[in-house]
């Protein structure tokens, strides 16, 4: 596989709205292990980060 392959490949990898979502998880971590005095990174065993529905 070529490098320009490879790298299209790589970007269809994951579908647009799931790298949103992911964007939009990200700006919420690091707030989010501040407001419970954790490190977001690297992230711990002890952290296991925000849970679904906004329990955590």
């Known amino acids: 596989m070529e ?3 490879l790298a299209a490949y790589l ?3 994951r ?5 949103k979502a992911y964007r939009s998880d990200w ?12 490190v977001a990174l690297p992230a711990s065993p002890e ?3 925000p849970l ?5």
């Open 15 to 19: 579908a647009p709205n799931t790298l």
């Open 27 to 38: 700006g919420e971590f690091p707030a989010w292990c501040e407001s419970r005095r954790l």
């Open 3 to 5: 490098d320009e392959q």
């Open 11 to 13: 970007r269809a990898a």
């Open 52 to 56: 679904p529905g906004g329990a955590g």
């Open 47 to 49: 952290n296991p980060g």
